[in-house]
């Protein structure tokens, strides 16, 4: 068992940068896929980017391409999303998940999430 801790958020304007960390505890983190959902207010939570236990392999969804990027530092047992170009809608609480499978549907291991509000 692994558990997550997302921390990174905030409020920023449209336009700007974040980078969100998710601290994970346990050796098996290295072993293990990392996802990033998000959910905004009223909406199901969706995909926003995977990324293998090795960083060799990594997913976006279409919103997010060119401006998101996935990555992990294993040695610091830690996960991160780097948010560019942030548009009101992606404003939502983003979670980290982790998962022996990057394709799976359902991550078995998920933080409390970190909320991300984007002005206009």
């Known amino acids: 068992q692994v558990q997550l801790v997302e921390s990174g958020g905030g409020l920023v304007q449209a336009g700007a940068s974040l980078r969100l960390s998710c601290a994970a505890s346990?050796?098996?983190?290295?072993?293990?896929?990392m996802g990033w959902f998000r959910q905004a207010p009223g909406r199901e939570r969706e995909f926003v980017a995977a990324i293998s236990w090795s960083g060799g392999a990594k997913y976006y969804a279409d919103s997010v391409k060119g401006r998101f990027t996935i990555s992990r530092d294993n040695a610091k047992n830690t996960g991160y999303l780097q948010m560019n170009s942030l548009k009101p809608e992606d404003t939502a609480v983003y979670y980290c998940?982790?998962?022996?499978?990057?394709?799976?549907?359902?991550?078995?291991?998920w933080g409390q999430g970190t909320q991300v509000t984007v002005t206009v």
């Open positions: 998940a982790a998962d022996p499978d990057i394709r799976s549907s359902f991550y078995a291991e």
């Open positions: 346990g050796s098996v983190f290295k072993s293990l896929a």
